[in-house]
T-cell receptor, first 112, second 111 residues
Framework: DTEVTQTPKHLVMGMTNKKSLKCEQH?????MYWYKQKAKKPPELMFVYSYEKLSINESVPSRFSPECPNSSLLNLHLHALQPEDSALYLC???????????FGPGTRLTVT | QKEVEQNSGPLSVPEGAIASLNCTYSDRGSQSFFWYRQYSGKSPELIMS????GDKEDGRFTAQLNKASQYVSLLIRDSQPSDSATYLCAVNEGNTGKLIFGQGTTLQVKP
């Protein structure tokens, strides 16, 4: 089973709202990732967690705040987003950094 | 700046033909190479991973890696209309979790 789940599927939020995206995997993977993907572009890495610790932050603005409560869960907290943050947000996991990454279905975020 | 380059296409092949997708990368320290398929509006789906020089076959898919030439390719045999999608080449930066993606090649398989 290589399933990564993400909730919600769709999210519309205003620029003053606070919301969270959730990601879960039960494959025993020790690395988890957040990506952002705009239309007709490849995914862009935002954050990497390895063994529940943040190992890579790709200079993401502080209005995006990741959290890894345990080895199966990954959250992305959103606050004061801008319309240009509208995108597909993808979560992925892998056995370890450097191994195959499996993507969840994504959350399509619209900021109004 | 480490880069992964792909021809954006579209690459159009008739049903039943072999589709050949190519990718070059700049980071000589890369150890892990992947091909993802992405249908419009969906998330990327891993179809092949390759870690050592040579060929790796899985069903209708064959990945080829040449580290000396910094070149990765994907062959799809007996192409089907359902293979029509964007194919993303991805390379790990060193041995980190950072995947560098190419811009993707759009494949169209015509019945």
């Amino acid at each position: 089973d290589t399933e990564v789940t993400q909730t919600p599927k769709h999210l519309v939020m205003g620029m003053t709202n606070k919301k969270s995206l959730k990601c879960e995997q039960h494959m025993g993977h020790r690395a988890m990732y957040w990506y952002k993907q705009k239309a007709k572009k490849p995914p862009e890495l935002m954050f990497v967690y390895s063994y529940e610790k943040l190992s890579i932050n790709e200079s993401v603005p502080s209005r995006f705040s990741p959290e890894c409560p345990n080895s199966s869960l990954l959250n992305l907290h959103l606050h004061a987003l801008q319309p240009e943050d509208s995108a597909l947000y993808l979560c992925a996991s892998s056995q370890d950094e450097g191994r195959e990454q499996y993507f969840g279905p994504g959350t399509r975020l619209t900021v109004t | 700046q480490k880069e992964v380059e792909q021809n954006s296409g579209p690459l159009s092949v008739p049903e039943g033909a072999i589709a050949s997708l190519n990718c070059t990368y700049s980071d000589r320290g890369s150890q892990s190479f992947f091909w993802y398929r992405q249908y419009s509006g969906k998330s990327p789906e891993l179809i092949m991973s390759i870690y050592s020089n040579g060929d790796k076959e899985d069903g209708r898919f064959t990945a080829q890696l040449n580290k000396a030439s910094q070149y990765v390719s994907l062959l799809i045999r007996d192409s089907q209309p359902s293979d029509s999608a964007t194919y993303l080449c991805a390379v790990n930066e060193g041995n980190t979790g950072k995947l560098i993606f190419g811009q993707g090649t759009t494949l169209q398989v015509k019945p």
